[in-house]
């Protein structure tokens, strides 16, 4: 199984995007799934969570601006981002934990906000 990214791209400022990652292959619901990103020079960072349950998980910075979903019966998470800012720009990864411990990853979309 592999985690198929979809979306990323260039917005302006102000704008919205949204971000969606399908387990791909993988029979088994994910116990959490997410988003991290990396931004240029900069270690990759948690920017939302969802457990199986719909709990969910996000940076203190990210709040009221992103909001994370999941469909448990496709295995997909999605990510809306609205308001966008230059400084979101990044490199967005998928990830996903799966029940006896595996951890998948996808490629990455990168997003770049315009000033």
């Known amino acids: 199984g592999r985690l198929v990214e979809s979306g990323g791209g260039l917005v302006q400022a102000g704008g919205s995007m949204r971000l969606s990652c399908a387990a791909s292959?993988?029979?088994?619901?994910?116990?959490?799934m997410g988003w991290f990103r990396q931004a240029p020079g900069k270690q990759r960072e948690l920017v939302a969570t969802?457990?199986?349950?719909?709990?969910?998980d996000y940076a203190d910075s990210l709040k009221g601006r992103f909001t994370i979903s999941r469909d448990n019966a496709k295995n997909t998470v999605n990510l809306q981002m609205n308001r966008l800012m230059p400084e979101d720009t990044a490199v967005y990864y998928c990830n996903a934990k799966g029940p006896f411990g595996g951890d998948y990853w996808g490629k990455g979309l990168l997003v770049t906000v315009s000033s």
């Open positions: 292959g993988m029979i088994l619901t994910m116990n959490v």
């Open positions: 969802i457990t199986s349950g719909g709990t969910t």
